[in-house]
């Protein structure tokens, strides 16, 4: 069901969408969709969350893999390479569905709040690994940055709104953005 919804909502929205046209895609009845997810808002709040883990396991990002990989990382360049290919890896699953969500929050309250909290989420993480960074440039950021303002610009910097611009407007590969990316917090945060 999360398949059928998640190619639905990137194909029509989130208002061109209806519970029976993913109940109809994903071959169940309209009931089974109602009784797994409760809502048409529950489902999308699912997929997002899913999407961004890329499995269904409960695991914060913080606590994931190629997150502990980024906070290990032994130097802070090789710690920004990993940050944009931990969010390139999370970007190609998620970015269609974060973008359903941002373009509906316009016109749901619900869906709003949603779009605020992995907002918040986002920088959760990002004020995480600048904290981090912060530790291993020695306490020194380029421009006088503090972990805060290092996050403000990895939030901008690998945000999928971002990464929807020039990967999905501009035709770039997600490996491109992927090197830019790190090339620009490296070029943003580092010392000279």
Not at 74 to 87: C, F, N, R, S, T
Not at 154 to 160: C, E, I, Q, R, W
Request: net charge negative; no cysteine; charged share 25%.
């Amino acid at each position: 069901m999360l398949d059928a919804a998640a190619r639905l909502f990137a194909e029509r929205g989130w208002t061109g969408t209806t519970v029976e046209d993913i109940a109809r895609a994903a071959e169940v009845g309209v009931q089974t969709v109602y009784f797994t997810f409760g809502t048409k808002r529950a489902l999308l709040k699912e997929l997002l969350d899913t999407v961004i883990a890329g499995d269904p396991d409960p695991v914060a990002t913080l606590d994931r893999p190629w997150a502990r990989e980024v906070l290990d990382a032994p130097d802070p360049a090789a710690q920004l390479a990993l940050q944009a290919a931990g969010a390139r890896a999370v970007l190609e699953r998620a970015a269609p569905v974060l973008e359903v969500v941002h373009a509906a929050a316009a016109a749901d309250v619900e869906l709003a709040e949603l779009w605020r909290l992995n907002r918040r989420q986002r920088h959760t993480v990002q004020l995480r690994f600048a904290e981090a960074l912060l530790a291993k440039a020695g306490g020194t950021l380029r421009d006088g940055h503090d972990a805060a303002s290092a996050a403000d610009v990895a939030l901008a910097v690998l945000g999928p709104e971002t990464y929807g611009l020039l990967v999905g407007a501009r035709g770039w590969t997600p490996a491109r953005w992927e090197h830019w990316a790190a090339d620009a917090l490296v070029r943003q945060l580092l010392p000279g």
